[in-house]
């Protein structure tokens, strides 16, 4: 066979020498070993085969104390002890070419020469011929070592990549159990109170009607109904909030309704506690289905008292209803100062509230919208909100429960 048919080797491409480095070849063959952690052996395997002067090829990797161990090797049998500083100095001095290396390569080892592989790694060859390294072999130590370093740094990357998705699932996780937890007490402690709650309030109100009172007397009495109704109106929604964040959902009585009787109660209920201010009710269309009459005079109030409470208190607050082929749709209007988009984003959300400081009522738990929006998703419905000069919450509401899939 001609020297430029060697296997190997292009047609008019002289073949190496015998005892020569195969550059080209060498080149060819590291380059295409995908640096991965389990690749570290084929990257001292191929330098081994590339450098035929060689007889041992060690990869070392510092461990946690610093030492050097032996990551990947070819030909090491036979090696002397570690040293006292489980090479350590052999790191910190690279590169370098020796004679008499001693450890990690075998006894009787003549040379050897050391590349670093970064972050401490060290690649390593040897050999027992007398005529030490090629300028070529030592150019592929380096660039050996540097696929060495590259592979061991994508392992060290993945490791960390783990370990950060790992700890993150942990954090969700507690996140999660705590959020869980803190919603299973609201949900007890808001149904312990609604018995008492409940009797101080009964007993306000029979106060009011037979106890005969007058001036003083009679005004502290209305502030204590008043003021346990509102605290009523607290538990009901932290009663709501905990039953859809503990999964049991918003409960949905539907029967046949219309949206402007329900609409009548909360409206008029609020313009009589807000005798200054003027709440319309517009009606276009067929504005009847099948609904939950009770959960809907829920979303009614808080949509209208979130009106009156943040609108301008001269401007009416309006209440539009509107039926569709399937569907009616609910809007409340009030003019005001514009809701910024950042906080407009997250009005949904529980315990959000807008930053206004001249609001005088509502809960005071910033549980009305998110509670709205659970009633209407429990509908099959939608809602949203715009402001932009006016602020407008529309809620669409399917006439009849959407078929299960």
């Not at 954090?171 to 299973?184: G, K, M, Q, T």
């Not at 009710?281 to 808080?302: H, K, T, Y």
Request: charged share 25%; proline share 9%; net charge negative.
């Amino acid at each position: 066979m001609a020297p430029h048919d060697a296997p190997g080797h292009e047609a008019g491409q002289a073949a190496p020498a015998p005892g020569r480095v195969d550059v080209l070849g060498a080149l060819d063959r590291l380059l295409a070993i995908e640096p991965e952690e389990h690749a570290l052996r084929r990257i001292v395997s191929a330098l081994a085969d590339a450098v035929p002067a060689v007889d041992a090829a060690v990869l070392l990797v510092p461990d946690d104390d610093g030492r050097l161990a032996i990551a990947a090797e070819v030909g090491g049998d036979g090696r002397p002890p570690a040293p006292a500083d489980g090479g350590a100095g052999l790191a910190a001095g690279a590169p370098w070419v020796r004679a008499e290396p001693g450890w990690p390569l075998p006894a009787g080892a003549r040379a050897g020469a050391a590349a670093a592989a970064g972050g401490g790694a060290l690649l390593v060859m040897g050999t027992r011929g007398e005529g030490g390294f090629e300028p070529e072999a030592l150019a592929l130590l380096r660039l050996a070592a540097d696929r060495a370093g590259l592979a061991l740094e994508r392992g060290r990357l993945r490791r960390a990549h783990e370990s950060a998705e790992e700890a993150a699932r942990r954090a969700l996780a507690e996140v999660d159990s705590r959020r869980r937890a803190v919603d299973y007490i609201l949900g007890i402690v808001g149904h312990d109170l609604r018995n008492p709650l409940g009797a101080v309030h009964m007993s306000a109100a029979l106060l009011q009607k037979r106890g005969g009172l007058e001036g003083w007397q009679a005004r502290a009495i209305e502030r204590m109904r008043s003021s346990a109704g509102r605290m009523a109106r607290i538990i009901a929604d932290l009663l709501s909030y905990t039953r859809t964040r503990l999964g049991n959902g918003m409960p949905i009585d539907r029967r046949p309704a219309r949206l402007d009787e329900i609409a009548r109660r909360p409206v008029d209920e609020l313009g009589a506690v807000n005798p200054g201010r003027e709440i319309t009710v517009e009606v276009r269309g067929d504005v009847s289905g099948a609904w939950d009459p009770d959960r809907l005079e829920q979303v009614i109030s808080n949509l209208v008292s979130n009106a009156v409470d943040h609108g301008d208190p001269a401007s009416p607050v309006r209440v539009e209803l509107s039926g569709e082929p399937d569907a009616c749709v609910l809007r409340v209007r009030n003019t005001g100062p514009p809701v910024p988009p950042e906080v407009l984003e997250h009005l949904f959300e529980p315990f959000s509230r807008p930053p206004d400081e001249k609001s005088r009522k509502g809960s005071g738990l910033g549980l009305g919208l998110y509670i709205s929006r659970e009633i209407v998703r429990g509908h099959g419905g939608e809602i949203s909100i715009t402001s932009d000069g006016e602020t407008v919450i529309t809620a669409r509401l399917p006439r009849a429960p959407t078929p299960a899939p």
